[in-house]
């Protein structure tokens, strides 16, 4: 009697520690694995991160801060980056964050700002370099390159799973504004239904990198994983007029950050999937900021240029 007495006592505490452990990953602390090098080298390749989420729901997050926050997107490629544990955690994510991934970048402007990347690579920020990103070079891709881009990305996003409008698309892309950017868009978003030799973008791409190519055994074809871009952009892009806040300005694209979104680019710019290729992120996206570094153990600290500003 006592045995079973004792094995109740035990069944309890575990389960009032799985609800304590349930609560603080809800809204106090997560975890998070940086699968990629977009912010090296602030932050490197495997690196696991402690964030702490209460600090932005007292305020909102400030230029030149290190944010985490939800892909505005289903990001299949970075998904199967993640191992058993991140995909375990992610199952307590808010039911619309399901299947997302996390994102850690340096967050650029907020609403109302106006950002430009000038000659030498600086961020403009209201007309001004912030002085936490005057040591950061950035690359004038994407948008900063492309006024459509956002527009192009979303139609290739939707027309992905017709294959032959899909390549039409990309096809009369190349032909209007350059091979580069239809390439860039395809790597993007992704193909389904691949066959073992047949070229990815014939007259545009016979090659691509074989890692990120996979084989589908039900449907006994290869793939190519992506962005699930367009469900996201009708949500929440359908109600704004994107030529507001894209515009040009002495032949540079300049952009204003609607009232409610986030810029977000990473430091590592050249190898940064960002707000540049994806766009505005909501700022109910937001998770928190990192504070901690717990992985690997030679490189165990907190995450000093990350302090919070002093008012």
Do not use: C
Request: proline share 6%; glycine share 8%.
């Amino acid at each position: 009697m006592n045995l079973k007495k004792e094995a109740l006592e035990w069944l309890k505490a575990f389960l009032y520690a799985l609800v304590a452990a349930t609560i603080v990953r809800l809204y106090i602390f997560e975890t998070m694995l940086v699968p990629t090098g977009s912010m090296i080298p602030t932050i490197q390749v495997g690196d696991r991160l402690f964030v702490e989420k209460i600090t932005y729901t007292v305020r909102k997050p400030m230029p030149g801060e290190i944010v985490v926050f939800w892909s505005p997107f289903l990001d299949e490629r970075a998904s199967r980056m993640l191992g058993l544990f991140d995909k375990f955690m992610d199952l307590f994510a808010p039911r619309e964050f399901r299947g997302h991934v996390k994102y850690v970048k340096r967050l650029i402007g907020k609403g109302g700002d106006v950002i430009s990347i000038g000659e030498d690579g600086r961020v403009r920020v209201n007309g001004v370099v912030p002085d936490a990103l005057k040591n950061i070079v950035y690359e004038p891709e994407g948008i900063f390159k492309y006024e459509k881009f956002y527009e192009w990305l979303y139609t290739a996003s939707k027309l992905r799973s017709n294959k032959a409008e899909y390549r039409k698309f990309l096809l009369e892309l190349a032909q209007k504004h350059g091979r580069s950017v239809a390439i860039l868009i395809f790597s993007l978003v992704g193909e389904e239904d691949l066959q073992y030799g047949e070229p990815f973008l014939p007259g545009l791409l016979n090659y691509f990198d074989p890692s990120f190519v996979y084989y589908d055994k039900k449907k006994g074809s290869y793939f190519i994983p992506g962005m699930v871009y367009h469900d996201f952009y009708e949500k929440y892009y359908s109600g704004l007029d994107l030529s507001k806040y894209i515009t040009k300005e002495e032949g540079k694209i300049v952009l204003i950050v609607p009232d409610g979104f986030f810029f977000f680019m990473g430091d590592n710019t050249k190898e940064s999937l960002d707000s540049r290729f994806f766009g505005f992120v909501p700022e109910d996206h937001v998770i928190g900021w990192p504070i901690l570094r717990v992985w690997p153990l030679n490189r165990f600290g907190p995450l000093d240029h990350l302090k919070l500003p002093v008012f």
